[in-house]
């Protein structure tokens, strides 16, 4: 069978735009003589729709897109994911369903048995499962129509399992000829090639080609990378869909599979998911430009570099801050990045507002000595500046925090968390460092010349809120913090275990006791995007006000 895979980029709640472009998939399917147009999960409301699918009208425009596509159907079919009504009782109202057209009519329905819900994943607070899976017979061919979850639960490949039943295996035990998969599959390190592996292995154990189309593109803290897949049934690969990026391509299910291409190194990947998650948040809320507060840092460096490659030098602002313990370096590093980037670039000082500030509280503090007070009321001017500039202008702001400064509380609240997005919250303080190095080499491949000052890279990093400040006065050095913090947040150890891997200690529970006694702070952060397994956002649901405490 000759499938298009449309591989595309919808945004929630727009079923005129999303409609829109699995209409354009399907014709461009057709004119390549396909049988069958197979598109992502979910792909009219777009993914994930959360608390829309509590409103009676959302979920009637998609009822009566989908019938407007089904009424432009020929004989090649169209397999698009949609929310299907759920009218036997008792159970919930709607389904994740998928829903083949063909003929100017819909031919069949099918609704997805595995409702995930942990990490960032809550269907089963909306959907409910299907109870039963039958095969589908168009043209000829028995197709197995399965959705996302459904395919993630094969007993050989999984040496844990989240349910009982396997859609897979009943399909296969009932007979079909190619098991197909609409997917809105988020990304994260390793995941596309986990993904690889476990549906070759699916092809080969059920001796079925496996056709999967997943999901492109940013929706809030998400991102989804597309890398659609195909194998045949002997497991040779037929389609490896683009990386970050929309494509529709056609695969016949009966030709010879080649070999997989090699996987993106991982700061490579790490760099288009932020440029897709930053482009996509950013227009589908509406905005066309950004600004940002430029330190001379690597953190902000990152972040810029990451904002021009996602909207272009002409949609982005720079702004410099300094204060009186800004060094002149942090000054012209921040300075030669927004030339090197070619991006507006302004200064503000802020000695007089913060000199003004103090003399107001004077009277208040009298017989205090400055402290992180002090220190906290510079960050929040800056926030106070860059919202104004973002309120004037407007061009969200974007902050540039990472995930070891987010994690201890590193951070200011209404100061260097003022923002629209976190762009980088979940990348680890070394992972930045790794990141910068990969843009400045690939910039020095394409322009011959890096992008970020040297000086960004290699000096101690350091808020600058007091003379000759840096992040290691309060803080163990970034190696050591973000390895407890993996184990701690990512893999769950408690602080015996990860004493018991080496770190010392005191180091642990310290770090451990900042982590939980920040929570109420992560909370008010602007969204990030997630390119780790375990990010700081709606995947992490831990209560505020408690008093369990590991350390």
């Known amino acids: 069978m000759r499938i298009a895979v449309a591989q595309i980029n919808t945004t929630v709640g727009d079923i005129a735009g999303n409609e829109q472009k699995i209409r354009e998939a399907y014709r461009r399917g057709v004119d390549a003589s396909a049988d069958l147009v197979i598109c992502p999960e979910l792909s009219l409301t777009g993914y994930p729709p959360r608390d829309l699918l509590l409103r009676r009208n959302f979920v009637q425009a998609n009822l009566e897109a989908l019938r407007r596509l ?25 389904s994740n369903a998928a829903a083949l057209l063909a003929d100017g009519r819909i031919e069949e329905i099918r609704a997805k048995s595995l409702l995930p819900t942990y990490d960032v994943f809550d269907e089963d607070r909306y959907f409910e499962p299907a109870l039963e899976n039958h095969p589908v017979l168009f043209r000829g061919t028995r197709l197995g129509i399965t959705i996302c979850e459904d395919v993630w639960n094969d007993e050989d490949f999984w040496p844990e399992r989240r349910y009982r039943p396997d859609p897979v295996a009943h399909l296969a035990e009932l007979g079909i000829d190619i098991l197909l998969n609409l997917s809105a599959s988020p990304w994260h390190l390793g995941k596309d090639l986990t993904r690889r592996e476990m549906l070759r292995s699916l092809s080969v154990k059920h ?29 040779g690969q037929l389609l490896h869909g683009a990386a970050f990026a929309e494509e529709i391509r056609v695969i016949d299910t009966s030709t010879p599979g080649g070999m997989s291409p090699l996987p993106l190194p991982a700061e490579a990947a790490i760099h288009h998911a932020l440029v897709l998650g930053t482009r996509d948040y950013l227009t589908k809320c509406g905005f066309k430009s950004a600004v940002l507060g430029l330190s001379g840092g690597i953190d902000s460096a990152v972040v810029a570099c990451l904002a021009v490659a996602a909207l272009g030098p002409g949609q982005v602002r720079g702004v410099a801050l300094p204060s009186e313990f800004s060094s002149t370096g942090s000054r012209t590093d921040a300075e030669e990045l927004a030339r090197n980037l070619g991006i507006q670039f302004d200064t503000i000082p802020i000695q007089s507002p913060f000199a003004a500030v103090k003399a107001e509280l004077a009277r208040f503090f009298s017989g205090r000595s400055e402290d992180t007070t002090e220190e906290n009321l510079q960050a929040r001017l800056r926030g106070v500046l860059l919202m104004a500039m973002s309120n004037k202008f407007g061009s969200l702001l974007l902050t540039t925090g990472n995930k070891s400064e987010l994690a201890v509380g590193y951070c200011t609240l209404y100061g260097d968390m003022c923002g629209g997005l976190a762009v980088i919250s979940d990348l680890p303080k070394t992972t930045v460092y790794r990141l910068a190095r990969w843009i400045n080499d690939d910039a020095v491949a394409r322009l011959g010349h890096p992008l970020i000052p040297e000086a960004s890279i290699t000096k101690a990093p350091s808020a600058e809120l007091r003379p000759n400040q840096t992040d290691q006065d309060s803080l163990p050095p970034y190696e050591v913090l973000d390895a407890i913090l993996d184990g701690y947040v990512v893999h769950g150890n408690g602080v015996d275990a990860l004493i018991a891997q080496g770190f010392e200690p005191a180091v642990v529970k310290r770090v451990v006791r ?14 990030g995007l997630k390119v780790t397994t375990k990010a700081f956002g709606v995947g992490r649901r831990l209560p505020i006000a408690q008093r369990w405490r590991e350390a």
């Open 70 to 94: 089904a009424s432009e159907t020929g004989p090649t079919g169209l397999l698009v994911g949609f929310v299907g009504e759920q009218r036997e009782q008792p159970g919930r109202d709607h």
């Open 207 to 235: 001796r079925v080609p496996t056709v999967y189309c997943n999901l492109v593109g940013g929706n809030d803290e998400l991102v989804f990378d597309g890398q659609s897949l195909a194998f045949n049934a002997q497991g």
């Open 514 to 527: 900042l982590i939980d006694q920040t929570e109420y702070k992560r909370r008010q952060a602007a969204p």
